[in-house]
């Protein structure tokens, strides 16, 4: 029976690599869809996001490499931040985060409220092959559509970039160099973070949550807060206790 069964397990792996392969091999994974959503979003301005923490600051190169400091980006606007790498191919990792956030530009190319009053900041995990040429060249297409800002930015530099990821609690596996040194990143989870237009994250979005609506909705409510409170930015200094997915709705 031992046998037996080894022999159908090996059978399935074979199975399972024969219909995977093709997919695998495909330099452009495409972007899967969204997780089924096992609710009805409320209603933008029904509900109120928590402050988490204060977005933390770093030196970066923007894709003309005139360096630039984070606080420039996750102020004035509301901004929806995420990290990736151009030659990911993980279909749930940054392919399908810059499909979502394709889609979500898309969606609000007809309110000009938002497309006015958004941004969205994308941050190399990986210094030592993105350059800011490299950078250029992926973001075309994308960073002007329809007069809506998107910015595609690195670090100089593993060694500044590695404190800006604890800040965010966001979670990545880095590779080390024959010495020891940090050489790269990878391994990833996908997070975006959703920062208000005073520099605090007010949402933490896990593969889950990752919904359209759902972040359309979060993103009008905090520009209907915008218009009616006005609350002292929060310190760069001050750190984040936790994260929220989804909730405080």
Not at 79 to 102: E, I, Q, R, V
Not at 118 to 126: G, L, T
Not at 179 to 188: Q, S
Request: charged letters at 20%; glycine letters at 6%; a neutral charge.
């Amino acid at each position: 029976m031992a046998i037996i069964a080894r022999i159908a397990a090996e059978a399935l792996l074979v199975a399972v690599l024969a219909i995977a392969a093709p997919a695998m091999a495909a330099s452009d994974p495409g972007v899967p869809r969204a997780p089924r959503m096992q609710f009805v979003p409320p209603a933008a301005g029904t509900y109120s996001l928590q402050h988490i923490q204060a977005s933390p600051d770093a030196a970066l190169l923007d894709s003309s490499a005139h360096p630039l400091r984070l606080s420039e980006l996750t102020r004035g606007k509301i901004t929806l931040l995420t990290f990736f790498y151009t030659h990911c191919t993980d279909p749930l990792g940054c392919p399908y985060a810059l499909g979502l956030m394709s889609t979500l530009r898309d969606r609000m190319a007809s309110d000009s409220d938002l497309r006015q009053n958004v941004r969205f900041v994308s941050i190399s995990f990986d210094p030592t092959y993105d350059s800011p040429r490299q950078l250029r060249s992926f973001a075309h297409g994308l960073a002007t559509k329809a007069g809506f800002e998107w910015d595609f930015v690195t670090t100089p530099s593993i060694a500044v970039l590695q404190p800006l990821l604890d800040d965010f609690g966001q979670d990545v596996r880095i590779e080390q160099a024959g010495d020891g040194r940090a050489a790269r990143t990878m391994n990833h989870m996908l997070k975006l973070f959703l920062i208000d237009p005073r520099g605090s994250v007010r949402e933490i979005y896990a593969l889950d949550y990752l919904q359209p609506e759902v972040m359309l909705n979060d993103l009008r409510t905090l520009r209907l807060e915008a218009r009616t409170v006005h609350t002292p930015p929060t310190p760069l200094s001050s750190k984040g206790t936790g994260e929220s997915v989804g909730l405080a709705r």
